[in-house]
């Protein structure tokens, strides 16, 4: 089967670095996904790790090892267009995604 | 291209009425998957399907739940009868592919279900 962890929540300051982390369990890993969502709207794809180690991609970074069947979504220079919900995503053999309730992000002035 | 488009955009029902919510993909994309997000589950797969084909309907809730793809640029969700726990919030998604390049989901603005 498949399963995902995720914080519930994570609350940060305007202008600091969040880490939110994903644990995964599921038949046939290819890589990890990451997708941000705001209130009301719809998920949007942020970042993929097939290999272990760190992917850039401006403010957001992803990180992703296999050995641990772990990987986390690291934000810099928190923005408060940034609280929204984040999601880890894993593609398995299948080409099946599955999501989970996702972390929501509350950024504070 | 217009991206994912998904109608309704919104639907309100009374328990026991039919409800069939569309979902148009991106053109060329081969993968559709429908998911349905509430706060207390989050975003759960329902089903997806591969060049029309349904893959894996293990996510449908009930047999009230059913869905189509009659061909590449078309698929249904429906819900005969509906019920008040099935208000949500239900996305249609496509991909060329999820194990291709970042396999990244492209996700229709969704559509908002409340059933009385």
């Known amino acids: 089967g498949q399963s995902l962890e995720q914080p519930s929540e994570v609350t940060a300051v305007e202008g600091a670095i969040v880490q939110i982390n994903c644990t995964y369990q599921t038949s046939g890993f290819y890589g990890l996904s990451w997708y941000q969502q705001h209130d009301g709207g719809a998920p949007t794809f942020l970042s993929y790790n097939a290999l272990d180690g760190l992917e850039e991609t401006g403010r957001f970074s992803s990180f992703l090892s296999r050995s641990d069947s772990y990987g986390y979504l690291l934000l810099q220079e928190l923005q408060m267009k940034d609280s929204a919900s984040y999601f880890c995503?894993?593609?398995?053999?299948?080409?099946?995604?599955?999501f989970g309730k996702g972390t929501r992000l509350h950024i504070l002035p | 291209d217009a991206g994912v488009i998904q109608s309704p955009r919104h639907e309100v029902t009374e328990m026991g009425q039919e409800v069939t919510l569309r979902c148009k993909p991106i053109?060329?994309?081969?993968?559709l998957f429908w998911y349905r997000q509430t706060m207390m589950r989050g975003l759960e797969l329902l089903i997806y399907?591969?060049?029309?084909?349904?893959?894996?309907d293990s996510g449908m809730p009930e047999d009230r739940f059913s869905a189509k793809m009659p061909n590449a640029s078309f698929s249904t969700l429906k819900i005969q009868p509906s019920e008040p726990r099935d208000s949500a919030v239900y996305f249609c998604a496509s991909t060329l592919g999820p194990r291709q390049n970042t396999g990244e989901l492209f996700f229709g603005e969704g559509s908002r279900l409340t059933v009385l």
């Open positions: 995503a894993p593609p398995n053999r299948d080409d099946k995604i599955i």
């Open positions: 399907f591969n060049n029309n084909v349904p893959i894996d």
């Open positions: 053109s060329g994309h081969d993968y």
